[in-house]
């Protein structure tokens, strides 16, 4: 069975930085050919995709946090990681991870980011 964590959030100042990681047992043999999908959800707002990464580590990303996010991957750790730089008030959000093999998409509970001015 397979199961994702999210780590990492809190709250930080406006110009701050956190990562975030995303770290999924139950998938030792694929990890790394799956692909790894982080989303956010504002409050009342729809989520939305921040990006995403495959499993030779290219990786896309929405244009609202190109040049300030980076999404990386460990493949032996079974670990994703969202670096986000230069966070803004308006990046605050619920971050969800996901791990997708065949179709077969598996979320995270999320972790909390707050940006204050």
């Known amino acids: 069975q397979v199961q994702v964590a999210e780590s990492g959030g809190g709250s930080v100042q406006a110009g701050e930085s956190l990562r975030l990681s995303c770290t999924v047992s139950?998938?030792?043999?694929?990890?790394?050919?799956?692909?790894i999908g982080w989303t956010r959800q504002a409050p009342g707002k729809q989520r939305e995709l921040v990006g995403t990464?495959?499993?030779?580590?290219?990786?896309n990303y929405a244009d609202s946090v190109k040049g300030r996010f980076t999404i990386s991957r460990d493949n032996p750790g079974n670990v994703a990681y969202l670096q986000m730089d230069n966070l803004e008030p308006e990046d605050t959000a619920v971050y969800f991870c996901y791990v997708e093999f065949l179709n077969s998409r598996d979320w995270g509970q999320g972790t909390q980011v707050s940006v204050s001015s």
């Open positions: 990464i495959g499993g030779s580590g290219n990786a």
């Open positions: 139950g998938m030792t043999l694929t990890f790394n050919v799956a692909t």
